[in-house]
């Protein structure tokens, strides 16, 4: 089963991206994605330096993903991913339906990315036929669904595509087109002031009770727990999963890297060290949280 890096979801400044990546090439990965996912304004790296930064980690003998906005909103957003999906080297992660058009219009394969909404065989079979290659799979499908359309694909007469799953971080919720980051703040987003670096793994958002709740991530929302599937690594196998996805933190990272490394290289039974992802089971994605009566 392989490690995959994937993309940074916060916003840190530029030192601090290029050094983190360089250390990771160093861990026992298999593939690090790359590129800004969540927010076009985050510009320590542009288009060009994330390229160039894949050039530069290719050399540590990983595969290296380009990976895309998951709402595009703008003209110049498409510009950037046109740019991205035409970098002539790297794998391209497709994280809305935009990205996929322009790699099908090129012929390219591509990775559905978790934000792609993938729920049903008859979708994933044809976003097979536009060049899907490797499927992450979002957050809240959990085993039964991913069972369930694996058993759909075989009655379809299709192979299913490899599989991707968010083993390790907080998970992406939602998105929106304001900026929830700047809303706490009480601050306008076109006048943001990039505030959200201040906050290198998010803010916190607590109820009214003062529980924890949520992560707020610019225009993104997490949950606040870190999640660790590394205990069902066996039962991950079972089902097909190719590749387990470690999601950037601020520290510890690669610590986080070799405790899934020795998971995946160990029949030994490895105990949790984050949250339950509540996802997994069908159950809320926060654990401990009741189902909801119908």
Same mark, same amino acid.
């Given at each position: ?8 979801? #916060? ?44 050039? *530069? ?15 595009? *909103? ?14 002539? !080297? ?11 058009? #322009? ?15 993938? #729920? ?27 069972? *369930?359309? !694996? ?6 007469? =299709? ?15 939602? #998105? ?18 990039? !505030? ?23 225009? =993104? ?27 950037? =933190? ?41 189902? =909801?009566?119908?």
């Amino acid at each position: 089963m392989q490690l995959s890096l994937g993309p940074l979801q #916060y916003f840190w400044s530029r030192e601090r991206t290029l050094a983190f990546y360089r250390n990771a090439a160093t861990w026992p990965l298999d593939r690090i994605h790359l590129g800004e996912t969540v927010c076009s304004k985050r510009r320590e790296l542009a288009t060009r330096d994330w390229v160039a930064l894949a050039d *530069e980690l290719a050399a540590s003998g990983k595969q290296i993903v380009l990976s895309t906005l998951a709402l595009i *909103e703008a003209e110049s957003e498409l510009g950037a991913l046109r740019r991205i999906v035409e970098n002539g !080297r790297f794998l391209v992660e497709a994280n809305d339906l935009s990205a996929v058009q #322009y790699c099908r219009q090129r012929g390219l394969p591509f990775v559905a990315g978790p934000t792609l909404n993938i #729920y049903s065989a008859q979708a994933l079979s044809l976003l097979i036929e536009d060049g899907l290659q490797r499927w992450v799979a979002g957050v809240e499908q959990g085993h039964d669904l991913i069972s *369930e359309l !694996r058993a759909a694909m075989s009655a379809l007469g =299709q192979t299913m595509p490899e599989l991707e799953v968010i083993a390790w971080g907080r998970l992406p919720l939602a #998105y929106s087109a304001r900026c929830f980051t700047a809303r706490a703040l009480d601050i306008a987003k076109d006048d943001c002031g990039f !505030r959200c670096i201040e906050h290198p793994d998010g803010l916190p958002l607590a109820t009214r009770e003062g529980d924890r709740f949520l992560r707020i991530n610019g225009v =993104q929302i997490q949950g606040d727990e870190i999640t660790d599937l590394a205990p069902e690594i066996t039962e991950l196998a079972a089902l097909g999963v190719a590749a387990l996805r470690l999601y950037p =933190q601020h520290e510890g990272m690669s610590d986080v890297v070799a405790r899934f490394r020795a998971a995946v290289d160990s029949d030994t039974p490895v105990a949790r060290v984050g949250a339950e992802n509540g996802y997994w089971r069908a159950a809320p994605g926060k654990a401990g949280l009741p189902l =909801q009566p119908a």
